[in-house]
């Protein structure tokens, strides 16, 4: 049985999406989550029955937690002096990654403590972060303390903004599962072994998302779509940068951004200050999965400008690009992370430099004024992501 641990359970998209693949498949399961999930990705009842069924690790009652501490030397012997050295004394990032290791640690010896007393009812064979920072740090330790096999995905700001402990995880893992070269060679430079890498991207269901027959652009404004959380990794700023540029060259558009997110108010107040009104709506609430296909037929060019963060976050590989293509719109995104190993610049949508306002908009004026390429690159992209992108065909690996 694989134990996942994940920070907030299904309230990320991609951890129901995969959990439900593993389950198909016969492999049996148990949902571990750091804290209950607030923001619903699916609507569902699989969905609702795995939410409910999540094991929460958060609060844990003080005298509860000093009890399991106590008892950890004794209930795991050397591993739990091992491991508490490294808390102690193992390589980190700072002081805040010593600190927050330490009460993961002590965290771990509780989780694994109950985890030891149910094995007979729900063996450890394996357990799993889905991303690798604080729930990594207690899947870590957790493993450590049992004895049994710990391996991890990584994604973004895990990697990079709330990197902790990293470079012991990969020593510490058997396998890591990597969403695109570009985390492989992350790995690699951070002591990975070739054997412990295995790239398994983060797909789709590609059956929830098939294009819809969209009118002649002849006569109409050209909608051009873009979704997300609204966070400055996505780079809608920039979107509506670029859109003002369009503007000024005449072209008739309408661009929608869907989502919510702290940085609904600046964005509002950007479109404001542009001029925008009339070109540049946000719809103010977040897309369920169940809800994305509608959105996606609505427009007739998807974008995500996504960039690096100031405070270090970034997008891996955005699911929503997948979405999009699946549904047949022509892909403008950003040379960042994984995304190259989506869109194939020129061939199955385009890329360009992340931050630039003017480069995206030349992109999507073409793409606007060349309707035929517009369709040639949307086929070719929605076959990339039903051929390599799949979720049942992607996660083979895993």
Known sequence: MIHYITPIGIGSAWVGNEISVVQRAGIPVVLHSMRPSRQKFFSSEWAKELDRSTRVIYPVPPLALAASVAAAPFLFGGRFFAALANALFGKRENLRC??????????????ARGLRRNMAAEPVNLIHSQWIHSGGTIGMYGAWLLGVPFSFTGHAADLFRERCALEDKVRRAESIICISTFHRDLYKKLGARDEQLHIVYCGIDVSHFVPRPRPPREGRRVRILSSGRLVEKKGFAHLVDACRIL???GIDFECVIGGDGPLEKPLREQVARLGLEDRVSLTGKPLTQEE????MHGGDIYVLAC????DGDVDGLPQMLMEAMACGLPAVSTRLVGI???????KSGV?????????LADALETLIRDEHLSSTLAAAGERRVRERFEIEAALQPL
Do not use: Y
Not at 340 to 346: F, N, V
Not at 351 to 359: I, Q, T
């Open 247 to 249: 503007a000024d060259r």
């Open 292 to 295: 994305l296909p509608s959105f």
């Open 307 to 310: 960039v690096w963060a100031s």
């Open 340 to 346: 190259p190993d989506l869109i194939e610049d020129g």
């Open 98 to 111: 010593r600190v927050a290791g330490i009460w993961h640690f002590l965290t771990a010896c509780h989780w």
């Open 351 to 359: 890329l360009v430099e992340p931050g630039d306002p003017k480069a």
